[in-house]
């Protein structure tokens, strides 16, 4: 029987091992996370991943995550996942995509930084000049389209998922490789969150804040969250609100050109 | 009688700028309640009638009894819809 050979996977300083002895699918894992494997790093949480076949699970089955007592079960149409918080391990049936274990990292992360006073966000975010940036708003609202547009001294952290996580010097967004089909990874770099910004498109660039109980408005309806867990729920809205309170927040509205980095400051 | 109201349980809510954001833990969906809808989530303790939310609304904002009650009425029949308050024809102990 082949040896497993592992895949540590570090988002946000939160390095996560993937155990398979499947050549294939480690092949799908390293070319998935490139930009975020780090082999040298210590394992906060390890994953043995099992290749099932096309058909195993009901493909039009959605998402679901559940479980007590920090043992989650989260199962969807292409992977079934059992994770033991406490013993730090965990198991993932899956078929062979990317998709799978990227939905299972994401579920992982938001479990972890809900508890922990940070979230993951639909909105792209990039560094500039030591300070990051978020940028969210519904589909078609321009996160990608603004990262696209960012002069040479920006670092995108990501196009799609941004990771933002309470550290002593205040909310940090760190990249991540969470992307979907079109997309492209993100650095693997980080900086405190200096403004978020709830995107539209317009025929000028204009910029307005946002009040806080816009703001976490604004955050509550874009932040990954998969669980139906009371606790973790009441911690979520907690750090949207403290979010709120710290981090300022604004409208922008901005016509398609590199003009609107102009505003980003 | 006037029925009483009920704030449902698995749902993180805070007060941010004067308007209440209620969050299910169920289903992650989001409520948002402006000043007079949050004063009236306030008072749904099961314990405050209707009638008196709606006395209480009329002292606090300038609307007439009988609009206070039909719009209280609508309102609560709507959260109740979403799993957000419960009513009962009894008042909790």
């Known amino acids: ?265 | 009688m006037s029925a009483f109201v009920i704030r449902g349980e698995r749902l993180a809510a805070r007060k941010v700028g004067g308007e209440m954001v209620i969050l299910s833990a169920d289903d992650s969906s989001l409520f948002v309640l402006n000043e007079v809808g949050t004063a009236i989530w306030e008072a749904a303790d099961g314990r405050t009638s209707l009638d008196a939310i709606a006395d209480g609304v009329c002292r606090e904002f300038d609307v007439d009894l009988e609009t206070a009650r039909r719009d209280i009425s609508e309102f609560v029949t709507s959260l109740a819809g979403a799993g957000v308050v419960s009513l009962s024809e009894v008042e909790r102990q």
Request: proline share 5%.
């Open chain 1, 1 to 265: 029987m082949p040896t497993s050979r592992p895949v540590i996977v570090d988002v946000g300083g939160v390095a996560v091992q993937l155990l398979t002895s499947e050549p294939e699918l480690i092949y799908v894992l390293e070319g998935r996370f490139k930009k975020f494997l780090n082999p040298s790093a210590e394992p906060v949480f390890q994953f043995e991943i099992t290749l099932v076949p096309d058909g195993t699970f009901d493909v039009d089955a959605d998402l679901h995550v559940g479980g007590r007592q920090g043992h989650w079960i989260m199962q969807r149409g292409d992977f079934h996942a059992e994770w033991n918080v406490a013993e730090r391990r965990g198991c993932i049936r899956q078929t062979l995509n990317p998709y799978a274990i990227d939905s299972v990292l994401r579920i992982v992360h938001t479990l972890v930084l809900a508890a922990d006073g940070g979230f993951l966000l639909h909105a792209s975010s990039a560094v500039r000049g030591g300070r990051a940036y978020l940028f969210t708003g519904p589909s078609g609202a321009g996160k990608s389209t603004i990262v696209g547009l960012a002069p040479h001294d920006v670092t995108v952290l990501t196009d799609e998922i941004s990771y933002v996580k309470r550290c002593a010097e205040g909310y940090v967004a760190f990249g991540t490789p969470f992307a979907g089909e079109r997309s492209e990874l993100g650095e693997p770099a980080s900086a405190p969150v200096s403004a978020l910004f709830q995107l539209g498109r317009g025929i000028e660039t204009r910029r307005d804040r946002l009040d806080e109980a816009e703001t976490v408005q604004t955050l509550m309806r874009n932040i990954l969250f998969f669980a139906d867990d009371h606790d973790l729920t009441d911690r979520v809205l907690d750090t949207a609100c403290d979010f709120a309170a710290r981090v300022p927040a604004f409208r922008l509205h901005f016509a398609p050109d590199d003009r609107v980095w102009q505003t980003i400051q």
